[in-house]
């Protein structure tokens, strides 16, 4: 099908689908050219819908690369929403790129985010609307090449029959050298094998089909054996030494329509040194590497203007860890507060808050603060290696209030390894008492102050300290659900919210899990399972059927979890930290003894092995 057939039968349907404009393309700075028959074509997927997909500052990021790549264009696709994809195929519509309605399949290389594990079988439903074969082992030489890359990237493993190419570690360069090659491979006219043998060869790039699992008696992961003797024996994260100078967008395509998160966002770092246990991005996106003050203020101004946007966002990991954090958002806001354009500050540590900055931002139109305590005692904030008390959190807290914000939102975890009802208890006291703190500053009266309190389930992930442990049970996550409501249910003027643990549980199968999962998610593609983050989509009775189709449940290793030392399917990466010093953090953690912040001191988490640290010391 061509691109006119593909314009008039989309003409055709519009008018039947909510929010059009999804699908429409032609928004300020994106990018439309004629390309003719040795353009390389790249399509960019977003396995969610546009809302969502819109939001996402990496896809931004590749997209600048990718078309100021000679020789390359890259368009965007998403995942239709339900009813769109109804009237595509009594159309006979195929999936097609945005910008100049091009069918997927006639892409040269087709390229997908992995941010989050319930939307797996949507990857499915979009190589399915395309008409390109589910399984990379299908694939003729004309159809197109099938990556992925991004954090859920880093244990593919669950799609790994899906995938020719998967990267991990930055994007921005690795992508490039990849598209190159597959460039040079257009344009001699050579086969897949020569492509993906020559990708094996990039730093950062794992091809699965060169790698078969195998599994002992029981079921139970061995292995990853070699299946071309030439193929790495672990895949090394790609990692950008420098992002001061490295590529990044300064004018964004503008949504004809309200996302997730419609504003400006500058990436300020990339990396954490604060050691977190249970996060996986602070592991994976090490060494820290930030910004200079005067080239985010540059980028921030360039995007504001071309965007047209009301409100920035500065992004990182932990925004105020930013040596220079002050002095940047002292900056920024002279800039912003001229124009009334409202500064949004995420990722703040309570223990290192700029309260000045605060008070800069007297005058400003104001977003709420949001912090993270994530565990509502001491105790488990040192198991986890939150390394915050509660001292800094109300000396925070009280300055806040006297600076007029009304509103806070605390972020925490439910499910964390040696966590007891009294760590819950916690949770529910630290709210009670920071809405006390702010009654007995205004007078003895609440006024418009409010608590808003959001407890997720904990998933153990890869490449963190506590990648071995056991996932709850849904019955115990729905206990203390239970437990915390009733506790909840006695304050007045905080509202509590809370994760489904069916959801959960699924998401640690696909986080832990290996190529067993592969014909699970056939199975529930199949079923109809799709959209599956999204609450009002979710069918846990085709997820159930597959579960038991492909013999996986709650015993399953990626629940139950791992002795250290037992084979895991993600090993054939390697992330930068060591193992050894996962073990080491994760019996730490369940001495509850703290580690410091690399700042104070290298803990030797090995990452300046490959690549300099900027708090780099002594190794292994």
């Keep these: 099908m061509n691109n006119t057939e593909v314009y008039e039968k989309l003409e055709a349907i519009l008018p039947l689908v909510e929010k059009p404009a999804r699908y429409i393309g032609e928004e300020p700075n994106c990018v439309i050219r004629d390309p003719d028959a040795d353009t390389f074509r790249f399509a960019f997927c977003f396995p969610d819908t546009y809302e969502i997909g819109m939001s996402y500052l990496g896809m931004q990021i590749l997209y600048n690369v990718l ?21 595509m195929r009594k159309a006979g519509l195929p999936l097609f790129t945005l910008e100049t309605k091009t069918p997927l399949s006639q892409m040269d290389m087709v390229g997908f985010t992995l941010q989050y594990e319930l939307s797996y079988t949507n990857i499915l439903l979009m190589l399915d609307l395309a008409g390109i074969p589910l399984d990379q082992k299908d694939r003729k030489e004309t159809d197109p090449i099938i990556v992925c890359g991004g954090p859920c ?14 990267m991990v570690g930055d994007g921005e360069v690795q992508i490039r050298d990849l598209v190159k090659l597959a460039q040079e491979r257009k344009a001699k006219g050579l086969s897949r094998e020569w492509l993906l043998r020559e990708a094996s060869r990039l730093r950062g790039v794992y091809v699965p089909s060169f790698y078969e699992a195998v599994y002992d008696e029981d079921g139970n992961y061995k292995e990853l054996r070699k299946l071309v003797p030439e193929a790495p024996d672990t895949v090394l994260k790609a990692i950008i030494d420098d992002i001061e100078t490295s590529e990044f967008p300064v004018t964004n395509i503008v949504p004809l329509i309200e996302v997730v998160h419609d504003r400006s966002v500058v990436e300020i770092m990339r990396g954490c040194s604060r050691g977190c246990r249970f996060c996986q991005a602070g592991m994976l996106y090490r060494p820290v590497r930030q910004r200079t003050p005067d080239t985010i203020v540059e980028l921030s101004k360039k995007q504001l203007e071309s965007s047209g946007n009301s409100e920035l966002s500065l992004l990182s990991l932990s925004t105020s860890d930013h040596t220079e954090f002050e002095d940047l958002v002292l900056k920024l806001m002279d800039h912003c507060g001229k124009r009334q354009i409202s500064l949004s500050l995420p990722s703040l540590r309570l223990d290192n808050f700029a309260f000045k900055v605060m008070d800069e931002m007297q005058g400003i139109r104001k977003t709420g603060l949001t912090f993270a305590p994530e565990a509502g005692t001491q105790r488990l904030r040192d198991v986890i ?19 007029g914000w009304t509103s806070v939102k605390l972020y925490f975890m439910m499910g964390l390894p040696t966590e007891t009802d009294e760590d819950l208890d916690g949770i529910a006291d630290l709210a009670d008492r920071i809405m006390k703190l702010a009654i007995s500053k205004n007078g003895g009266t609440r006024g418009r102050f409010s608590v808003s309190v959001s407890v997720a389930n904990f998933v153990p992930k890869p490449f963190t300290p506590f990648q071995w442990v056991a996932q709850d049970t849904e019955e115990e996550f729905e206990r203390k659900h239970r437990y915390l409501a009733e506790r909840f249910r006695k304050l007045k003027g905080v509202t509590f919210h809370y994760h489904g643990s069916y959801t959960s549980r699924l998401e640690a ?32 009775e085709g997820w159930e059927d597959a579960l038991a189709y492909t013999g996986i449940d709650d015993n399953c290793r990626a629940l139950r979890g791992s002795e250290p030392g037992q084979p895991l399917p993600w090993e054939i990466i390697d992330c930068g930290v ?7 953090e994760y019996r730490r953690a369940l001495e509850a003894v703290t580690t410091q912040d690399c700042r104070h001191g290298c803990n030797g988490c090995g990452v300046n092995r490959y690549t300099e640290c900027r708090w780099g010391g002594i190794y292994e």
């Design 67 to 87: 078309n100021n790549t000679e020789g390359c264009y890259c368009e965007r696709a998403f995942a239709p929403e339900k009813d769109m994809i109804g009237e």
């Design 153 to 166: 990237a880093f244990n593919a493993e669950p799609l790994a029959d899906f995938f020719d190419i998967v």
């Design 385 to 403: 290696n939150k390394n915050i008390t509660e001292t800094e959190i109300f000396t925070a807290l009280d300055k806040a209030i006297d600076l």
């Design 509 to 540: 199968i696909f986080a832990r899990g290996g190529r067993e999962l592969c014909e699970t998610l056939r199975k529930a593609y199949a079923n109809g399972c799709i959209f599956d983050a999204w609450t009002e989509h979710f069918d846990r």
């Design 578 to 584: 060591s193992q050894k010093f996962l073990l080491s």
